[in-house]
Structures are given as structure tokens and as C-alpha cells.
């Protein structure tokens, strides 16, 4: 009998032990982060359903900055443009790590996460288009509200029920969730921006191009480089396209080492230093600022989940994120010479699939850019960005936590035999 060729590599299995380490550091920024941004969803949310309503609605449309700048915003729109460049920086600069030192920079590790997350985009994409078919053309715009996964939500879950779980699960969720937000900077780019003016964003590459030059020769002063930064967003906002597309395009300037000299390069540096304040304050305040919106009780609830757009966004997080994720997961196992783990089962990856529906953070953003700040259709799109992702979190909870339990009791078998 003839054997079966061996395989490539195994799919979820452990990386080096330099990468396992860097990546159990920000699993525990992204945890207490994401238990920060439940927080400031539900003190928004409960502000919003509370008599004192109309204080919670002032505050996000306080207006701060020089107006001479065209920069005297609202803290709603501070929070979207300003705070949430920091969160798309500190991702950029993940992502080069991975791709430049980590694990990622071997191409067979590399296109499973990258395959998972692209399908994780088209699919939702393509169940929110079908769902709105027969709606007016506006419900289109929203297209890619179902396509965002927010890593520090679904970290926050699985630290919660998932403890025993192997780690290479929460290595590749973290992965696919860098990816995803990458896409989504490119789709919010792309599809999101309606007015460009072309002479600021010409303008933005001049402050980029001095900040390059400093950080690719070791620069690391903060009075040098963040007037720099801060000058190339202000200019990629005033022309037209989302002012977190700078924070990419900063990320991307940074070196993953500087030469020869010993010790973290200056894109590990800075995502050292920029992790927590993107974890611990931005995202919070823009989820403060942006989950809270009227439910006018249970029967305005159903009411605003029967629409045809929230229908749309709540079966793309539900369905169709998982649906992409695994499938496009099983056919690179199936087409390719990798193999699942002999540690996992694919109802581990399910579980896991079906978490990556949670989506927050850049859900609410691109709700926002898709309808607008306060509109009726933004209302609409919070309520079931919330109500699709707490169906997630339920979902993957209850899979998550029965093979937790499993793979506790290997533990305790494996540590009893010894």
C-alpha cells in the first residue's frame, strides 16, 4: 500500500518561541483593551438610554480644534478621525512586523490568515448586497459594515471561556484580525471617500517622506516625529480621504530593524509604546462616543433589526464572517500541502470562525463614513453591529467553552499520568 506524500506544515501550529512570546504580550494589552471597550460601549449605550439622553448627544457634538484649520470638529468625529489614525497605526505596524520577522514571513504561514481574512471580507460583503437587493440604493453603501473583525472584543471572549485552549488559536485570530483591519483601511480608502482633493493629499507626502527619512535613520525623538505625523493627518483629513489612513501609511514608513544595532527595531519600539494608548484609551473613548444610540425599548429594538440594512449587517457578522473564514480555512487544508494540527479539530476553528463575527470597532466607523454621524440608517447600523456581535460572542462562547472544557480535562489526564 502505497503512503500518502508527506505534508507541507500544519495548519494553527506553534511558531518560534521568540514570536509565541511577542504575541502573548499583546494578547494581554488586547485583552484588558477589549474589556476597556466593553466598558465604554455600555456606559455609552446606557448614557444614551438614560433621561439624560441629551447630555450624552451634546457631548459628542462638542466641537474642539481651530476652526481656521477646518479643524474644529465635533469629539464624535475627533474620536472616528483622531483617535481611531493611533488604533490603524499600532495595526500597520503589526502587520509589517509579521510580514518583515514574524512568522508570517514564510508564505506558506502567511496565505492561510490572509486567505481566511479575505474571504472573511467578501463573503458578509456579498449576504449584506443580497439581503439589500431590494432596497433603495443608499442601503448599498453600507456594504462593508459586516466585514470588520474587532480583535479586542474577540480576545476579551476567548480570555474569558477559552484559557485551556491551544495558543496558536489565539495566534491566528490575532493574525487574521491585523489583516482584516488592513482590508479595511484599503476598502474605507477606496469606497469611502467622496470628495478628494488632490493638492493636501500631494502635499501629506512631503510630511511623510521627512518622517520615513527620520525613522529609517533610527530617529526616535517624539519632538521631531509626532509634529511630523500630526501634520500628515491633518492633510490626509483635509483631502477628503479618512484621516486613519495616515496612521497606516505612517506604519508602514517604520523599519522592523534599524541596521545592525542590538536590540527591538523602532516598529517593535513604537508598537510598544503606542499598543496600550491604542488599546487603553482610543478605542474605548471611540466606542464611548459612538455605541450609544436610542433602543426605544424591546419593541423598538425588533422594529430597527427588521430593516433591511441591520437584517443585512446582522446575518453578514453572523454568517457570513464565519461562513468566509472557515471555508476559505478548509480549502487551503484541502488544495494545499498543509494539514490541520494533530492538537486541534475543525470544530475548534468553527468556534473560532464564528468569534471573528464580532465586529465593533471599525464596524461602527465604516457606519458612520457609509450613512452618516447621527443619521437614521447610522442609528440602525449600531443597533445591529451590537446585536451581531453579542450574537457572536454567544455563539463562539458556547462552542468555545465545551471544547475549553475538553481540552482542560487532557490537561488534567496528561498532568495525572505523570
Do not use: C
Not at 485551556?164 to 483601511?185: G, Y
Not at 507626502?205 to 501634520?231: D, E, N
Amino acid at each position: 500500500m502505497t503512503q500518502a506524500p508527506p505534508r507541507g506544515f500544519r495548519l494553527f501550529s506553534p511558531g518560534s518561541w521568540s514570536e509565541a512570546r511577542r504575541v502573548v504580550d499583546i494578547l494581554r494589552t488586547e485583552t484588558v483593551g477589549g474589556a476597556l471597550l466593553l466598558a465604554g460601549a455600555l456606559l455609552g449605550m446606557l448614557w444614551a438610554n438614560s433621561p439624560w439622553s441629551e447630555a450624552y448627544e451634546g457631548l459628542r457634538a462638542v466641537k474642539i480644534g481651530p476652526a481656521g484649520l477646518h479643524l474644529d470638529l465635533s469629539l464624535a468625529t475627533w474620536a472616528a478621525d483622531g483617535l481611531l489614525a493611533i488604533f490603524f497605526f499600532v495595526a500597520g505596524l503589526e502587520l509589517k512586523r509579521e510580514f518583515v520577522a514574524g512568522d508570517l514571513r514564510d508564505p506558506r504561514r502567511a496565505a492561510i490568515p490572509i486567505a481566511a481574512a479575505v474571504a472573511g471580507v467578501l463573503v458578509p460583503a456579498a449576504v449584506y448586497l443580497l439581503i439589500t437587493s431590494g432596497a433603495d440604493a443608499e442601503a448599498a453603501k453600507g456594504w462593508a459594515v459586516p466585514t470588520a473583525t474587532d480583535i479586542a472584543f474577540a480576545l476579551a471572549v476567548l480570555a474569558v471561556i477559552g484559557r485551556h485552549l491551544p495558543a496558536a488559536l489565539r495566534t491566528f485570530l490575532l493574525t487574521l484580525a491585523v489583516v482584516d483591519d488592513v482590508l479595511a483601511i484599503v476598502i474605507i480608502a477606496l469606497f469611502y471617500t467622496e470628495h478628494l482633493a488632490p493638492l493636501p493629499l500631494l502635499a501629506a507626502s512631503a510630511p511623510l517622506a521627512v518622517f520615513a527619512f527620520l525613522v529609517r535613520r533610527g530617529v526616535r525623538s517624539w519632538w521631531l516625529l509626532l509634529p511630523l505625523a500630526a501634520l500628515a493627518w491633518g492633510l490626509v483629513h483635509a483631502s477628503g480621504v479618512h484621516a486613519t489612513v495616515a496612521g497606516v501609511l505612517l506604519a508602514f514608513t517604520v523599519p522592523v530593524a534599524v541596521g545592525r544595532r542590538p536590540g527591538p527595531g523602532l516598529a517593535e519600539h513604537f508598537e510598544h509604546r503606542f499598543r496600550p494608548l491604542s488599546a487603553g484609551v482610543a478605542v474605548p473613548v471611540f466606542a464611548f462616543l459612538s455605541a450609544g444610540v436610542p433602543l426605544g425599548g424591546p419593541d423598538g429594538l425588533a422594529e430597527a433589526l427588521a430593516d433591511p440594512v441591520a437584517l443585512a449587517v446582522v446575518a453578514g457578522l453572523v454568517i457570513g464572517k464565519p461562513v468566509g473564514v472557515m471555508a476559505a480555512t478548509w480549502l487551503m487544508a484541502r488544495f494545499t500541502r498543509a494539514d490541520l494540527d494533530e492538537n486541534l479539530a475543525w470544530v475548534d476553528v468553527l468556534g473560532l470562525s464564528i468569534l471573528a463575527g464580532i465586529g465593533f470597532t471599525v464596524s461602527l466607523l465604516i457606519g458612520e463614513l457609509a450613512f452618516g454621524i447621527g443619521s437614521e440608517r447610522d442609528g440602525l447600523t449600531k443597533i445591529a453591529v451590537l446585536t451581531g456581535s453579542l450574537a457572536a460572542a454567544l455563539l463562539a462562547a458556547a462552542i468555545l467553552r465545551l471544547r475549553n472544557n475538553a481540552y482542560r480535562r487532557i490537561e488534567q489526564a496528561s498532568f495525572a499520568e505523570e
